[in-house]
């Protein structure tokens, strides 16, 4: 049996006694996904001309410049963090409010920061 964090709530994690040894996945956390695709879209309509900035964005959408700012930050991440966070394979505890904080620019910073393993080979 695992336990693992999901903002305030925790989940438990029951592998089969038989099972083979195998990395056990939680189902992603929807908010740190939808943080995400929000990411993606924004900075797509941004590089598509749509909108000029994070302010014209933030007007648009009738929510702060802050959060647009700290919204599209997340674009920044390291692929492997975006990727095990789609996949539920965050590390225990990671919230939207620790993954909006605004991110290390080099990717082994990030992941010392979140929580997550180090990958040999990459910055």
């Not at 040894?21 to 939808?34: C, D, G, H, K, T």
């Not at 539920?88 to 990717?107: C, F, M």
Request: charged share 30%; no cysteine; glycine share 6%.
């Amino acid at each position: 049996m695992k336990f693992k964090r999901h903002g305030r709530r925790k989940e438990i994690i029951v592998r089969e006694s038989n099972a083979p040894s195998v990395e056990v996945v939680a189902p992603p956390q929807e908010p740190l996904v939808l943080a995400l695709a929000q990411a993606r879209h924004w900075q797509d309509m941004l590089d598509a001309g749509k909108y000029r900035n994070a302010r014209d964005l933030a007007k648009h959408f009738r929510v702060r410049r802050e959060y647009v700012t700290r919204t599209l930050g997340l674009k920044y991440l390291a692929p492997d963090i975006v990727q095990a966070v789609l996949d539920g394979r965050e590390p225990s505890g990671l919230s939207l409010i620790k993954l909006s904080e605004p991110p290390p620019t080099a990717w082994a910073e990030q992941r010392a920061r979140l929580g997550f393993a180090p990958v040999a080979g990459q910055n």
